[in-house]
């Protein structure tokens, strides 16, 4: 379906953008609305820190604002076009999708912004593995 090694792969999945072998998150499933935003600190095949500096993910909330723009503008063009909804039914319609697709924009987004930063490395190998040396 998808070919590991995509930015849409590692996207749409969730998946670590380095290694793309395990979840970012500790719930795969993104309608658990509790545990949407809960990750994992580091990918345990690769060693990635996903928190790459403090607050790294609040840039995340520019790319949710464009996820739910194209989603508010799909909706409209649904609902005006194809069904021929009045103005009110259109907004209505937009509110209702907008809130339907939460989880997912939120998650997405996520996932977008940090394989803005980090590429697929097909060579990467559990030696090469970031972990401190325990003493």
Same mark, same amino acid.
């Given at each position: 379906?998808?070919?590991?090694?995509?930015?849409? #792969?590692?996207?749409?999945?969730?998946?670590?953008?380095?290694?793309?072998?395990?979840?970012?998150?500790?719930?795969?499933?993104?309608?658990?609305?509790?545990?949407?935003?809960?990750?994992?600190?580091?990918?345990?095949?690769?060693?990635?820190?996903?928190?790459?500096?403090?607050?790294?993910?609040?840039?995340?909330?520019?790319?949710?604002?464009?996820?739910?723009?194209?989603?508010?503008?799909?909706?409209?063009?649904?609902?005006?076009?194809?069904?021929?909804?009045?103005?009110?039914?259109?907004?209505?319609?937009?509110?209702?999708?907008?809130?339907?697709?939460?989880?997912?924009?939120?998650?997405?987004?996520?996932?977008?912004?940090?394989?803005?930063?980090?590429?697929?490395?097909?060579?990467?190998?559990?030696?090469?593995? #970031?972990?401190?040396?325990?003493?």
């Amino acid at each position: 379906m998808l070919k590991k090694g995509s930015k849409l #792969n590692s996207i749409l999945t969730g998946s670590c953008p380095k290694c793309q072998n395990e979840s970012m998150y500790v719930d795969k499933n993104p309608l658990h609305l509790g545990s949407v935003l809960k990750m994992n600190e580091d990918c345990s095949h690769c060693g990635l820190h996903y928190q790459i500096e403090p607050s790294f993910f609040y840039g995340a909330m520019y790319v949710s604002y464009g996820l739910n723009v194209a989603v508010g503008i799909a909706t409209f063009i649904i609902s005006k076009l194809l069904f021929n909804s009045s103005l009110k039914t259109s907004f209505i319609s937009i509110i209702v999708a907008l809130i339907i697709t939460a989880p997912l924009v939120l998650r997405w987004s996520r996932n977008i912004y940090i394989n803005m930063f980090v590429s697929y490395d097909p060579t990467f190998n559990k030696k090469k593995k #970031n972990t401190i040396p325990k003493i």
